[in-house]
């Protein structure tokens, strides 16, 4: 069972269904004792990698002076990664994207990560819409080594907070408890 746990919540709609999603997965996890730290990264200035490599001759420091160094130690005493976002456009939100994008820091020095989890809120009334995204997640979790601990998609949800009382909140929830 993982204990520290790092999620990273990609939606910009504060109060959203994503960050309701994710509330329900830490819930869980807090009621089951595990040590959670939660990003709600499209608050946070994280610019896009630059692909200079600065990163791999100075021990994971990228060359940026942003909001992504407190991830990225996280990242290096987390056991599981929850990656949480809406599909925007097919795949998850740009705001997230440039977060995991930001992990290329880690890759040389690697992250203790063991496993991973998926949630996913989208407009569309199947989870299709969210086919791309777990696509890349499950290819990223082959690359850097992750177990899938889970994937919940929770489709037809348009307004905000729409998804209060539906079945996914309780099924994060449970992933929580159990990750
Ligand atoms: C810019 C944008 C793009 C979207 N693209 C899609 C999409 O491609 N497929 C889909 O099913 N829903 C799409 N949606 C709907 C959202 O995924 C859905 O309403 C989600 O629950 C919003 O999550 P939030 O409340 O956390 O912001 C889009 C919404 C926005 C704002």
Same mark, same amino acid.
């Given at each position: 069972m993982s204990k520290n746990i790092v999620i990273l919540s990609g939606s910009p709609r504060k109060g959203g269904n994503t960050d309701r999603l994710a509330q329900a997965f830490v819930d869980g996890a807090k009621a089951a004792g595990k040590q959670i730290a939660l990003f709600r990264v499209a608050d946070l200035k994280i610019g896009g990698c630059r692909g200079c490599?600065?990163?791999f001759k100075q021990q994971g420091v990228c060359v940026?002076?942003?909001d992504m160094p407190p991830i990225l130690d996280a990242l290096c005493k987390a056991d599981a990664l929850v990656l949480a976002s809406p599909v925007y456009y097919f795949g998850v939100t740009a705001q997230i994207k440039l977060a995991i994008d930001r992990f290329y820091a880690l890759?040389? @020095?690697?992250?203790?990560? !063991? *496993?991973?989890?998926?949630?996913?809120t989208c407009g569309d009334d199947s989870d299709n819409?969210?086919?791309s995204s777990i696509s890349m997640f499950?290819?990223?979790?082959?690359y850097l080594k992750w177990d899938e601990a889970g994937i919940i998609v929770a489709p037809g949800l348009h307004n905000q907070g729409e998804i209060v009382g539906?079945? @996914?909140?309780?099924?994060? !929830? *449970?992933?929580?408890?159990?990750?």
């Open positions: 490599n600065h990163c940026q002076k942003d890759l040389q @020095e690697g992250m203790p990560v !063991k *496993r991973a989890a998926l949630l996913m819409a969210a086919k499950r290819q990223i979790s082959t539906r079945t @996914e909140l309780a099924q994060a !929830k *449970r992933l929580g408890e159990n990750v």
